[in-house]
């Protein structure tokens, strides 16, 4: 059996033996739109809970637009001009609508990578800026929420009249979906903030997970933060495997973004009737794939339809390397998932050591393996899994441990497949 998957920019052939039984869970998405241009429109105009934005930006000087960093692959080339016509035919000047890049706590875009982002045309033509978490002066404080978490939200987006968010809704491992309020927190937020929000407190919470908000605690969590930057107007897009627009969500941030929620896990989710032996994964390919950190989530997506002490198979490009330093030195620093987790449990939160504790968690029930070409061999005693030199290599030691006619999922575009075994779904 051969499977293709999905890895880096070009993708990954391997090769299966027989004697096992492979069940290849692809991703499941709705249809593209016939007519996505006139689909933009109209949400626009005929939004979900709220005024139309042509409406909202009638008497405002400034607006402000949060979009997606390099590792998501939002539309923004299709989305953004309807958005940027509007605030301007209603009056906002050119020159007074700054597009924001929400880095959160990843490294700021490059020249290039803003190109890709927004393409040429928005990016020579309007005030482009990257989001930078470290930088806590450049934050407005705007009180603490209900739950005691510090809210400091990028100044810029604070002090336009307008704020706008432009977003992906898709699975994420914590917040049960993307989109809608995570382009303010942590898109927006200081280091002070995030900190909080990617704490013990809500990582150990098991309601935050993929494909769930309605009972998330992260993302009530955010939903604050994003209130009290008085979040305006939202658009999301939800795609197809293939990248193609498959639904456009627009209006009041709650409404739509829950809409489009409850759009993408009808289209996703796949329940298997048990759960598997074993399974072999990605971490969606590029963007999603460019470093250890974010190559994380393929992992956390894969353990909700495997056994107790199943194994897991990671591959992915990681062609940027580990990721940021906090998280490389504590990469190196924890040599085993009890200790790190032990050590996270008395120390004061730090920088990206959220990604290493879901990663823990995930080891303590599983074994994990992985096939991580781009991640320097220095880190490799340090995964907390063996590392294997080729693919081929790590596929033959995952099936090395399994009985004959075991169960294997093959997940070849990783956190993009939203599934749950029966018997293991929350």
């Known amino acids: 059996m051969r499977v293709q998957l999905a890895f880096g920019k070009t993708g990954l052939p391997l090769e299966l033996p ?4 492979y069940q290849v869970l692809e991703t499941r998405s709705a249809s593209p739109l016939e007519n996505p241009a006139q689909a933009l429109e109209e ?3 005929a939004p979900i809970g709220g005024p139309p934005l042509a409406e909202l930006a009638k008497g405002k000087r400034s607006a402000a637009i949060s979009v997606c960093d390099i590792t998501r692959p939002t539309p923004n080339s299709f989305v953004l001009p309807s958005v940027i016509r509007r605030l301007e035919s209603a009056g906002i000047a050119r020159e007074q609508i700054t597009i924001l890049i929400g880095t959160g706590l990843h490294r700021p875009a490059t020249d290039e990578e803003i190109l890709e982002i927004l393409g040429p045309e928005l990016a020579s033509q309007y005030r482009v800026v990257n989001h930078f978490a ?26 336009a009249d307008l704020h706008i968010t432009a977003g992906l809704i898709e699975p994420h491992f914590m917040l049960g979906f993307s989109g809608g309020r995570k382009l303010i927190a942590p898109a927006l937020a200081a280091r002070e903030t995030i900190a909080v929000l990617h704490s013990p407190k809500f990582m150990r919470d098991g309601r935050s997970v993929e494909g769930s908000i309605e009972d998330n605690p992260l993302h009530r969590e955010l939903l604050e933060i994003a209130r009290m930057a008085r979040h305006d107007f939202m658009v999301d897009v939800a795609i197809t495997r293939n990248r193609e627009v498959a639904g456009v969500f627009a209006g009041n941030p709650v409404e739509a973004h829950r809409t489009g929620a409850q759009f993408v896990s009808r289209a996703m989710l ?33 353990q909700h339809v495997l056994k107790p002490g199943g194994t897991i ?12 330093p906090e998280f490389r030195r504590m990469l190196k620093d924890f040599d085993s998932h009890e200790g790190f987790l032990s050590h996270i449990d ?6 990206d050591q959220w990604q290493l504790e ?9 074994k994990l393996l992985f096939y991580v070409p781009g991640l320097p061999s220095e880190y490799y005693s340090s995964l907390w899994g063996a590392t294997c030199a080729s693919a081929e290599e790590a596929r033959d030691a995952l099936l090395s441990g399994l009985r004959p ?15 749950k075994a029966l018997a293991t779904a929350a």
């Open 18 to 21: 027989e004697g096992y039984d």
């Open 43 to 45: 949400a626009l105009d």
């Open 134 to 159: 470290r930088d806590l002066g450049s934050h407005r404080f705007l009180g603490q929420t209900a739950a005691g978490t510090p809210a400091y939200v990028d100044e810029r987006f604070v002090a």
């Open 270 to 302: 796949q329940q298997l009737d048990e759960p598997v032996d074993a399974v072999i994964t990605t971490s969606a390919g590029y963007p999603l794939d460019l470093t250890y950190y974010q190559a994380i989530k393929g992992v956390s997506a894969a």
């Open 313 to 324: 198979l990671l591959l992915a490009a990681c062609g940027e390397g580990a990721g940021a």
């Open 346 to 351: 008395r120390a004061p939160v730090e920088i």
């Open 358 to 366: 879901k990663l823990a968690l995930v080891a303590r029930k599983a």
């Open 405 to 419: 006619g075991a169960r294997v999922a093959i997940v070849p575009e990783g956190p993009y497949v939203l599934a």
